[in-house]
């Protein structure tokens, strides 16, 4: 099986160019992110705190994660209900990086991962792909841009969906965000030494796109 591992912080284009390649390719495109999403949907809905980490545990068997490809689009289900159209609002984002934080959420969704991954030629986007979930993937690209262009991109592809969340507040969570998830002691967000890094700042996804294809085709 091949695996593509591409990882970064909050709105750097991951989904954009995985789901590309994968197209390209015929690999199945996993969102490791909608997972962590799911979970803290979950807690949200039963009012669980999700910093709190003694609260949370104890219920941490009591929901099912199920991830289906339909037509090719990754759907999550949550104790058989379709979330996905339930789990892109800014309080799950942050509801997510929370518990994201918590090992045991980690192992539960890691398993699910390693064993997609282990069935099917995937490319895979997350933070700690590269350097935790599949050390031993064939290409392993860490994609960046800075912290405005990355909560522009956010903003208007909020806007677009009707989500009226001011520039400086996307811009803010997004900060707090990528802190958390680089600052945790479990599988942190981090470039694997192997990985290529890009920057795509100033690039647009037709061209970062462009460029990965590159690459592809020079490793074979
Ligand atoms: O998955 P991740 O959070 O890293 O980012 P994304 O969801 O793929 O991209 C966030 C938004 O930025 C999308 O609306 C992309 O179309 C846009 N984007 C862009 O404008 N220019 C790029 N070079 C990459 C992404
Ligand atoms: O789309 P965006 O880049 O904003 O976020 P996401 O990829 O959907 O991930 C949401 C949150 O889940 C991140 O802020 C991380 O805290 C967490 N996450 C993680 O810890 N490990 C992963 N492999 C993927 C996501």
Redesign the pocket.
């Known amino acids: 099986m091949i695996s593509i591992a591409i990882d ?1 912080p ?8 995985a789901k590309a390649l994968a197209s390209k390719l015929g690999y199945i495109y996993i969102d490791t992110g909608a997972m962590y999403r799911t979970v803290a949907l979950w807690y949200i809905r039963k009012g669980i705190d999700t910093k709190d980490r003694d609260a949370m545990l104890p219920r941490l068997n009591d929901f099912v994660i199920d991830v289906r490809n339909i037509d090719g689009v990754q759907h999550m289900f949550l104790d058989g209900e379709d979330v996905n159209g339930l789990i892109r609002t800014p309080e799950v984002s942050m509801g997510a990086s929370n518990v994201a934080v918590v090992p045991e959420v980690r192992l539960k969704l890691v398993e699910i991962q390693r064993q997609l991954a282990s069935r099917n030629d995937v490319i895979m ?1 997350g933070r700690d792909i590269g350097t935790y979930v599949l050390p031993n993937a064939q290409l392993k690209i860490f ?1 960046s841009a800075t912290p405005e262009a990355r909560a522009r ?2 903003f ?2 909020n806007t677009a969906k009707g989500i009226e969340t001011p520039f400086e507040e996307v811009l803010a969570d997004m900060i707090a965000r990528d802190k958390q998830d680089t600052e945790r002691a479990f599988a942190p967000l981090k470039a694997a030494e192997d990985a290529v890094m890009l920057d ?1 700042t100033t ?3 037709e061209e ?1 796109i462009v460029y990965i294809t590159g690459l592809l085709e020079k490793i074979g």
Not at 10 to 17: F, N, P, Q, V
């Open positions: 970064g909050a709105g750097a284009g991951k989904s954009t160019l986007d994609l991109r956010r208007l592809e795509n690039m647009t996804v970062t």
